[in-house]
């Protein structure tokens, strides 16, 4: 399939974002107004302008609706404070349906990233608020209750397991187990996983994860697909392009080459958007592996986790 009709077939279909939906939060900072503070004497953050937007699953929620999808939906976790309101307001303006389980038990997952107003730089580590804890059981099986629920509407679900500490994400062991179960009850729908740390622990599922996440797994490429059971393994390899494997072989498809990209965040997640984007059409996997990365390196090109839309895509080189 050509790029153009992947793209004509998008406004009819529909994906749904399961897992750690965030909150991208952008600082810019003055540095001329760091005057010291009084009570301690340390030097203030002057923070000036602030924008948000989804990360995390969020991030590939926006590409997808940017891409063409008719109808984007998260399913995810957060908190009843001053961050979920955000989120929740930055998915309704990107036109992205919410079904996020909301508690007052739990925090919102926030990156804060601060930006030196007078480079346009991010020079100062960012603050993050994460969960450390256990999802709540309630949070849980209402989570496990809602993708029951809203699987059988959606064309594809992609899972974002994005969570990089040890507990505290919403893709938990009895969310995998569910996953695994439905791949294998509805095996014409298509369900991306990428998973940032626990890739192996995924059954009967596409999975994607870059090359140093692979190098963790317990066996070579081939062995480890066939043992879970996945009927395609993608490995990204930044910008040399990404290693399918499957029952018909390996195959690299190789990407454009992009000499000073601006910013690579979120390049995986706007891999996994395209790539999906392809497989939903019906696309070959190698098809849609190639629109990933054609969408990745449209995104690395923009600061932040941009998008591509479908003029940027067909506009982008020579296959349309």
Same mark, same amino acid.
């Given at each position: 399939?050509?790029?153009?009709? /992947? ?12 897992? *750690?939906?965030?909150?991208?939060? !952008? ?36 590409? &997808? ?33 919410? &079904?996020?389980?909301? =508690?007052?038990? /739990? ?7 601060? /930006? ?13 608020? /994460? ?9 849980? &099986?209402? $989570? ?11 064309? %594809?679900?992609?899972? =974002? ?25 509805? +095996?014409?729908?298509?369900? !991306?996983? *990428?998973?940032?740390?626990? +890739? ?29 059971? #996945? ?21 690299? $498809? =190789?990407? $454009? ?6 910013? $690579? ?17 019906? %696309? ?6 190639? #629109? ?18 479908? %003029?940027?895509? #067909?506009?982008?080189?020579? &296959?349309?």
């Amino acid at each position: 399939m050509t790029y153009r009709e /992947i793209l004509d077939a998008l406004p009819g279909k529909s994906a749904l974002i399961l897992g *750690d939906i965030c909150l991208d939060r !952008w600082s810019t900072y003055d540095p001329s107004e760091a005057e010291p503070s009084r009570e301690t004497g340390l030097p203030r953050i002057a923070v000036v302008k602030t924008e948000v937007t989804p990360g995390a699953g969020g991030t590939v929620a926006s590409n &997808a609706k940017a891409l063409g999808f008719g109808r984007v939906a998260v399913l995810g976790a957060v908190g009843t404070d001053g961050f979920g309101y955000e989120l929740k307001q930055a998915l309704a303006k990107g036109g992205i349906e919410s &079904a996020l389980v909301e =508690s007052a038990e /739990i925090s919102t997952f926030t990156y804060t990233k601060l /930006i030196n107003g007078s480079s346009g730089q991010e020079d100062l580590p960012r603050v993050d608020f /994460i969960r450390t804890t256990d999802m709540p059981n309630a949070v849980e &099986a209402d $989570i496990l209750e809602k993708l029951n629920r809203l699987a059988p509407e959606f064309d %594809a679900i992609f899972v =974002s397991d994005q969570a990089e500490t040890a507990t505290g994400g919403v893709v938990t062991e009895l969310v995998r187990e569910r996953l695994a179960n439905l791949a294998l009850q509805r +095996p014409t729908q298509i369900i !991306w996983v *990428d998973s940032r740390n626990r +890739p192996q622990f995924f059954r009967n599922v596409i999975l994607k994860v870059n090359r140093e996440e692979s190098a963790r797994f317990p066996s070579a490429n081939s062995i480890f697909r066939n043992e879970a059971n #996945l009927p395609l393994l993608c490995i990204t390899h930044g910008p040399e392009g990404s290693l399918l494997v499957s029952a018909f072989g390996e195959e690299f $498809i =190789s990407t $454009i080459s992009i000499a000073h990209p601006v910013d $690579i965040c979120g390049a995986g997640d706007s891999f996994s958007a395209g790539a999906v984007a392809g497989l939903v059409a019906g %696309a070959t996997p190698a098809e849609a592996a190639g #629109l990933g990365n054609r969408v990745a390196a449209i995104t690395v090109m923009k600061r932040g986790t941009g998008t591509a839309s479908p %003029a940027e895509v #067909l506009g982008s080189g020579p &296959a349309t």
